[in-house]
Structure formats: C-alpha cells, structure tokens
C-alpha cells in the first residue's frame, strides 16, 4: 500500500508508515458523513473496534476535520479518521470518482453540500473500500466496490484478520476468496 501523510481528526498529521509500526491498519475509506451508508459502515467498524486488535482502524474520507470530528462522535469508535485533502490520496490509487454534472445537481438536490463537506469546489468522491495492510505495508485483504451501498461483512473482516494473525498469509483478494482458499487447504 503507498504511503500517505494526512491529518486526523484533530489535524495531527498521520502516516501509514507510523501507523504500522506499531500493528496492522485496516483502511476504511468512505464518501462522508452524509453518507447513510458510511455512517452504517463506521458504526459497524466502531462495534468491531475491540474484536480486530492488535489491528488498528483508520477511517479516511476527502471530508474537512469538522466533518471527520462528526462522523466519528456518532460513530462511537475510537479510531481515528483521516482527511484526504482533494482526494488526492484516494484519486493517486485509482479509488475516487468525479461525479458528472446530472449526479453532483441530484446529490445537491437532496440537501447535501459535497464541496463544502471537503473544503474545495470540485466534485470528487472515494470509492468505499476497505485494505488490510500488515505491518510490511503488504496489502493482505481487500473489499473495493464502486456501489457505494455494498460494503465489505465486517464478520468477513474479522475473519481475516483472525486468518492473518494465525499466520495465513493469502494473496489479496475478498474476504470470500482468502475464506473459500483456506477451506481448501
């Protein structure tokens, strides 16, 4: 997984290899805390928080820390979330999209002020996804689907991290793949 500098919540700069020196990081990259589906989503990952240590969550959204602070409190987790100023770390790895003009007026249309959320003017969205990446930056597990209402089980994910604690090291893939692989072995 390349490497990234970004703030946190509070805007203390954060980067991957930091994180990983101390454990594991699963990263959640979402569109933002007007997202139903994301809110669901960092629920859920801050419901799991205790069950996927030593492995730390990272939340990481486009969104300014004002937003990154929100989505967090109603989140309950303890995990921090990162902003990808201009999601420029999300478009670098081919994980962001630039909503067309008919889309960008139906999101506006609904109340919802993308820009502003990420403190610019351009209409660019993550794709959500979540990387469990080891402590050797190697990508372990993955989950990448650009329909943003199917996200990656978080059973599945503490699977997987259960999996590569015990040592089973897969080549990347879903967590349906890396489970269907060691049920065969």
Known sequence: MPNFTMPNQDGRLTSLD????????????????WCPYC????VGLAEIEDQVRPAQIIG???EVQHYSRQIRAEAGGDFPILTDVGAGYALSIGLAIFVDEDMSRMIEGAGW??????GGTSWVLPIPAVFVVGQDGIIVTRHVDPDYR???DLDQ????LDQFRDGVRSPIGS?????????LA
């Not at 809110?39 to 960092?42: A, E, F, I, S, Y």
């Not at 002020?113 to 990420?118: A, E, F, G, K």
């Not at 994910?157 to 997987?160: E, G």
């Not at 967590?175 to 049920?183: C, G, L, T």
């Open 157 to 160: 994910l503490v699977r997987s």
């Open 60 to 62: 990481i959204s486009a």
């Open 18 to 33: 930091e994180l990983l020196v101390a454990a594991p990081v699963v990263l959640a990259f979402h569109r933002g805390h």
């Open 150 to 152: 199917r996200r990656m």
């Open 39 to 42: 809110r669901l989503n960092m």
């Open 175 to 183: 967590a349906e793949e890396i489970e269907e692989r060691a049920s």
């Open 113 to 118: 002020d993308v820009p502003l959320y990420q």
